[in-house]
């Protein structure tokens, strides 16, 4: 088992627990009392410490995720289930860091992001739900070129890289072809292939099963089972009643706005 | 693989992008160069109803236009840079960018960099078909420093752009681009010389890198004489650049910091 922790244990590792906000792109670091990491945090590959998060404004404030406490080792994989509206997919933005938790903080591999943008990005994976994210009249090779190049992986590598993948998730017959001539499952695959592309340390999945057929959600959890053999970690998110794809090592529901762990 | 070579290689990714993208759309650059022979043409019989001199090119109005036009162009391409960011916005796909190393502010300038790269080449072929086909009396010695005082505008102006790139994440909207496009294509020099206008309109020509990057396109270009001095134009010019960009990529962070916040960022 590879992932250890609740909000208890957490909570028990920190010398000084302080709510910690996440401080805009390039501003300077939160002032205020320094979070001190005890070796249990730091051992941990994702850190998700005290995150709160509230969406509208005066009567219509509601609180989505509510000190949120949790911790990936090296090469565990987490699901984490619940209802729309949950929280799931805010909890999940607020690891790749379009989204500011209102408190606490996210450390992956020992780094926040206001630290260094480029660094915690070059560790993560995200695949978003829904099926956007795609131009339309590039084709499927164009896109994961241009994903190789994003993920600033050396000149010598990324050809292997965009080849490999291509493969990888059956989309190599496919790779002249315009996206907008890609089935939705096609297009799934793709989304899924530019996330795993870099070989992420982290891997953020959103509700990844969108339109995949028995064959794609196969290569789901080849993806999520690779992450965790190379050392990495997975976070995966999806509805209530739907059935993980791949092999993760425990199980929460989002409910109220806090992990309840299985 | 250093950061900086990250970044550029990430920049020329996405121009690569955007170009294959731009030629996919097979008659979008015919119809650019047939638009613009029919402007270059009416221009040039319109040309021919202006009192010589009254440009300070005797006789050459039509040059002086032509110019005007096609610097109007690189600043148009910059300055639509929102707009492209709103369209990379609605179909989801800024996001990708956002979350790699890139970053959301290298992820709009590499946005930027092809539509304000192809604008400076069209202005070329532009300028090529004019000589060719209506006599435009251009100065070949000018032509090297005219695309170094094109690039140093394009500068300038992409700094614009981000600026407006910035009110449109922090505020979804970027309606101030098309109100700047619209004044400067009147106040900016583009058609008539700003001595022409009142003198309390004329410090419209004084805060803004346009005016002087078309003085020195078309004194560079045609022989004309600057409305101030060479060195005067070049420094505001160079100043407009060097500020802009910093300032400009600055207010940008500090939008991605505020939607980030608001949870705004990727919405429009």
């Given at each position: 088992?590879?992932?250890?922790?609740?909000?208890?244990?957490?909570?028990?590792t920190?010398?000084?627990?302080?709510?910690?906000?996440?401080?805009?792109?390039?501003?300077?670091?939160?002032?205020?009392p320094?979070?001190?990491?005890?070796?249990a945090?730091?051992?941990?590959l994702?850190?998700?410490?005290?995150?709160?998060?509230?969406?509208?404004?005066?009567?219509?404030?509601?609180?989505?995720?509510?000190?949120?406490?949790?911790?990936?080792?090296?090469?565990?994989?987490?699901?984490?289930?619940?209802?729309?509206?949950a929280?799931?997919?805010?909890?999940?933005?607020?690891?790749?860091?379009?989204?500011?938790?209102?408190?606490?903080?996210?450390?992956?591999?020992?780094?926040?992001?206001?630290?260094?943008?480029?660094?915690?990005?070059?560790?993560?994976?995200?695949?978003?739900?829904?099926?956007?994210?795609?131009?339309?009249?590039?084709?499927?090779?164009?896109?994961?070129?241009?994903?190789?190049?994003?993920?600033?992986?050396?000149?010598?590598?990324?050809?292997?890289?965009?080849?490999?993948?291509?493969?990888?998730?059956?989309?190599?017959?496919?790779?002249?072809?315009?996206?907008?001539?890609?089935?939705?499952?096609?297009?799934?695959?793709?989304?899924?292939?530019?996330?795993?592309?870099?070989?992420?340390?982290?891997?953020?999945?959103?509700?990844p099963?969108?339109?995949?057929?028995a064959?794609?959600?196969?290569?789901?959890?080849?993806?999520?089972?690779?992450?965790?053999?190379?050392?990495?970690?997975?976070?995966?998110?999806g509805?209530?009643?739907?059935p993980?794809?791949?092999g993760?090592?425990?199980?929460?529901?989002?409910?109220?706005?806090?992990?309840?762990?299985a | 693989?250093?950061?900086?070579?990250?970044?550029?290689?990430?920049?020329?990714?996405?121009?690569?992008?955007?170009?294959?993208?731009?030629?996919?759309?097979?008659?979008?650059?015919?119809?650019?160069?047939?638009?613009?022979?029919?402007?270059?043409?009416?221009?040039?019989?319109?040309?021919?109803?202006?009192?010589?001199?009254?440009?300070?090119?005797?006789?050459?109005?039509?040059?002086?236009?032509?110019?005007?036009?096609?610097?109007?162009?690189?600043?148009?391409?910059?300055?639509?840079?929102?707009?492209?960011?709103?369209?990379?916005?609605?179909?989801?796909?800024?996001?990708?960018?956002?979350?790699?190393?890139?970053?959301?502010?290298g992820?709009?300038?590499?946005?930027?960099?092809?539509?304000?790269?192809y604008?400076?080449?069209?202005?070329?072929?532009?300028?090529?078909?004019?000589?060719?086909?209506?006599?435009?009396?251009?100065?070949?010695?000018?032509?090297?420093?005219?695309?170094?005082?094109?690039?140093?505008a394009?500068?300038?102006f992409?700094?614009?752009?981000?600026?407006?790139v910035?009110?449109?994440?922090?505020?979804?909207?970027?309606?101030?681009?098309?109100?700047?496009?619209?004044?400067?294509?009147?106040?900016?020099?583009?058609?008539f010389?700003?001595?022409?206008?009142?003198?309390?309109?004329?410090?419209?020509s004084?805060?803004?890198?346009?005016?002087?990057?078309?003085?020195?396109?078309?004194?560079?270009?045609?022989?004309?004489?600057?409305?101030?001095?060479?060195?005067?134009?070049?420094?505001?010019?160079?100043?407009?650049?060097?500020?802009?960009?910093?300032?400009?990529?600055?207010?940008l962070?500090?939008?991605?910091?505020?939607?980030?916040?608001?949870?705004?960022?990727?919405?429009?």
């Open positions: 088992m590879g992932l250890h922790g609740t909000g208890q244990s957490i909570a028990s920190l010398t000084a627990r302080v709510p910690l906000a996440v401080a805009p792109l390039g501003a300077a670091e939160p002032s205020g320094a979070l001190s990491l005890a070796p945090h730091e051992q941990s994702v850190s998700i410490i005290g995150v709160g998060r509230h969406w509208g404004r005066g009567k219509d404030r509601r609180a989505v995720l509510r000190d949120v406490d949790l911790e990936l080792a090296p090469g565990s994989a987490m699901y984490i289930s619940g209802r729309n509206g929280g799931k997919t805010t909890l999940l933005r607020i690891v790749t860091g379009i989204l500011a938790p209102d408190s606490g903080a996210v450390v992956v591999d020992g780094i926040r992001i206001f630290e260094s943008w480029r660094e915690y990005h070059r560790r993560i994976g995200f695949v978003a739900a829904g099926d956007r994210g795609l131009y339309a009249r590039l084709s499927v090779r164009g896109h994961l070129e241009h994903a190789a190049a994003l993920a600033f992986l050396p000149r010598r590598d990324r050809r292997g890289a965009v080849d490999e993948t291509l493969v990888r998730f059956g989309l190599a017959e496919l790779s002249g072809r315009r996206t907008d001539r890609l089935s939705q499952g096609q297009r799934q695959r793709l989304r899924l292939a530019l996330a795993l592309l870099h070989r992420p340390t982290v891997l953020l999945l959103d509700e099963r969108n339109s995949l057929d064959e794609g959600l196969e290569m789901v959890a080849g993806a999520v089972d690779d992450v965790v053999h190379r050392g990495g970690a997975v976070i995966c998110c509805p209530v009643g739907e993980p794809a791949g993760f090592d425990r199980t929460a529901v989002l409910e109220d706005g806090t992990l309840r762990f | 693989m250093s950061a900086a070579t990250g970044y550029v290689t990430a920049l020329l990714a996405t121009m690569r992008r955007d170009a294959t993208i731009f030629a996919s759309y097979r008659f979008r650059m015919i119809s650019q160069m047939l638009a613009m022979l029919f402007t270059m043409t009416m221009f040039y019989y319109i040309a021919k109803l202006i009192r010589p001199g009254a440009t300070g090119v005797h006789g050459q109005y039509f040059a002086y236009v032509v110019v005007g036009m096609v610097s109007f162009a690189i600043l148009t391409a910059a300055l639509n840079t929102a707009q492209l960011v709103r369209m990379e916005l609605v179909a989801g796909t800024l996001e990708r960018m956002v979350i790699s190393p890139l970053g959301p502010v992820g709009v300038v590499s946005i930027a960099a092809f539509p304000i790269t604008s400076i080449c069209f202005a070329g072929v532009t300028l090529l078909a004019a000589a060719e086909v209506f006599g435009f009396p251009v100065r070949l010695i000018g032509i090297p420093p005219a695309l170094g005082v094109a690039a140093l394009a500068i300038a992409a700094g614009i752009g981000l600026l407006f910035a009110a449109l994440l922090a505020f979804k909207a970027a309606a101030g681009a098309t109100w700047v496009i619209a004044g400067l294509s009147i106040l900016g020099g583009v058609y010389p700003v001595v022409l206008f009142p003198g309390w309109i004329r410090w419209v004084e805060v803004q890198p346009f005016t002087p990057a078309l003085d020195l396109l078309r004194h560079l270009l045609l022989g004309t004489t600057p409305t101030q001095s060479v060195a005067l134009e070049l420094f505001k010019l160079v100043a407009f650049s060097l500020m802009l960009i910093p300032i400009c990529a600055g207010a962070a500090l939008a991605v910091g505020l939607g980030r916040r608001r949870g705004t960022l990727m919405e429009y």
